[in-house]
């Protein structure tokens, strides 16, 4: 089992609507969760972070966090042709290891 | 990213050379990171170090060996390059433990 799984898509919404990016991890004690945004041909931004259970918001961007479950997600509101990209969830897993996964790839169709 | 550069950017090279790519940082950051990132496998942590001198082996490391004589450097080396190693290699770092990543640019390494 991967240590972290996401839904490899692709996800298409039509401008406007809500995109929303799942991920599930395996290693009960992770305790730091991130959510990073690439598009083609770049490297990988950070765009949100999330440590505790619930919902953090950082504007048209939702994290979820739900550790009795092992799932984060990522909720994107009004989503912008922008926004396509790939999606990738990463989970902290002991000090100095941040495992990825795979990505979600994102199309916003205008 | 201004505060991280790879060098180079794009390398094509033959089998069994030996391959160095460079990773500066200017964030004055603890801890630098190499990874690779392939369809289907996503990113994967090669080698990671924690200070000068201080180095350790991350989840992809064989064939791979990494240096960091100074803070803001981090070389990895493919001692003898294969085409399994044909990737795009990303050089990340970060200030803590806890925090994310920021990510260099990458380098498309093609070993034919």
């Known amino acids: 089992q991967k240590e972290v799984e996401q839904n490899s898509g692709p996800l298409s919404v039509p401008e406007g609507a809500i995109a929303s990016l799942n991920c599930t991890y395996s290693?009960?004690?992770?305790?730091?969760f991130f959510w990073y945004r690439q598009y083609s041909g770049k490297s990988p931004e950070l765009i949100m972070s999330?440590?505790?259970?619930g919902d953090k918001e950082d504007g048209r961007f939702t994290a979820q966090l739900n550790k009795a479950s092992q799932y984060v997600s990522l909720l994107i509101r009004d989503s912008q042709p922008s926004d396509s990209a790939t999606y990738l969830c990463?989970?902290?897993?002991?000090?100095?290891?941040?495992?990825f996964g795979t990505g979600t790839r994102l199309t916003v169709i205008p | 990213d201004a505060g991280i550069t790879q060098s180079p950017r794009h390398k094509v090279t033959e089998t069994g050379t030996p391959v160095t790519l460079r990773c500066h940082q200017t964030?004055?950051?603890?801890?630098m990171y190499w990874y690779r990132q392939d369809p289907g496998h996503g990113l994967r942590l090669i080698h990671y170090?924690?200070?000068?001198?201080?180095?350790d082996k991350g989840e992809v490391s064989d064939g791979y060996s990494v240096s960091r004589s100074k803070t803001e450097d981090f070389l990895l080396t493919l001692e003898s390059a294969t085409s399994s190693q044909t990737s795009v290699y990303f050089c990340?770092?970060?200030?803590?433990?806890?925090?994310?990543?920021?990510f260099g640019s990458g380098t498309r390494l093609t070993v034919v």
């Open positions: 290693d009960r004690v992770s305790q730091s």
């Open positions: 999330i440590y505790s259970n």
């Open positions: 170090s924690y200070g000068v001198k201080d180095t």
């Open positions: 990340a770092i970060s200030d803590s433990t806890g925090g994310g990543y920021t």
């Open positions: 990463a989970v902290k897993l002991g000090a100095n290891n941040l495992f």
């Open positions: 964030e004055n950051h603890r801890y």
